[in-house]
């Protein structure tokens, strides 16, 4: 095992690059370090969030790396040389969550202010936004094809939405707590609540 050390603050994500060759911590200290995981050395400091990093995601093998933040922003770097290539600027609140579509043709954020922005990793572009919550959205992931996006939130509720479009297809209701954690693979989605639980519920959406 080994302990990695270097952050002023709490970390609050941490992410694998696809690959396994890299390792990025987002932390309270507004940094994102980036880490060789076989040695531990510290590869690069990511500076330039103005709030804690909530969030981190790394496209693929390692060609891209997203950081959701409190500053409200996202932003898009190169995990080789650490520089920065994009801030997307959009959301009215903090941004708690970042994920990529398996095939990088999207990046989803979701935002406090209960709305997920979808944008074009390649440009910063956006492309939709994504409303129907009624509570902050805490989480949000790609179904392996890419084609769905899953949004967990306050509300207690999952809602599960066209990649392409932007278009809602079904919400999950029935949840006793605010979903925190979700993952859709195969027509399953498991999602963590505050409950303490894990559930694990198949869906078919036409």
Do not use: C
């Not at 040695?39 to 709030?51: D, I, Q, V, Y």
């Not at 074009?120 to 129907?132: F, I, S, W």
Request: aromatic share 6%; no cysteine; charged share 20%.
């Amino acid at each position: 095992m080994q302990t990695l050390e270097g952050h002023s603050d709490l970390v609050d994500s941490v992410a694998f690059s696809g690959d396994g060759q890299l390792l990025a911590s987002g932390s309270r200290d507004k940094t994102i370090k980036l880490w060789d995981p076989a040695t531990g050395a510290l590869k690069h400091t990511l500076e330039s969030h103005s709030g804690l990093v909530s969030s981190v995601a790394f496209l693929g093998d390692g060609q891209l790396l997203a950081s959701g933040s409190y500053d409200k922003t996202i932003k898009l770097w190169d995990p080789a040389t650490g520089a920065l290539k994009h801030t997307l600027e959009g959301h009215s609140d903090l941004v708690d969550s970042v994920a990529f579509s398996g095939d990088g043709q999207l990046l989803a954020s979701g935002s406090y202010d209960k709305t997920i922005k979808l944008w074009d990793p390649a440009t910063g572009a956006l492309k939709h936004t994504l409303e129907g919550h009624s509570d902050l959205v805490d989480s949000v992931a790609f179904s392996g094809d890419g084609q769905l996006l899953a949004s967990g939130s306050d509300d207690k509720t999952i809602k599960l939405w066209d990649a392409a479009t932007g278009a809602l297809k079904h919400t999950l209701e029935g949840h006793s707590n605010s979903v925190h954690s979700s993952t859709v693979k195969d027509g399953i989605i498991a999602l963590g609540s505050t409950s303490g639980r894990v559930a694990i519920i198949a869906f078919s959406v036409m």
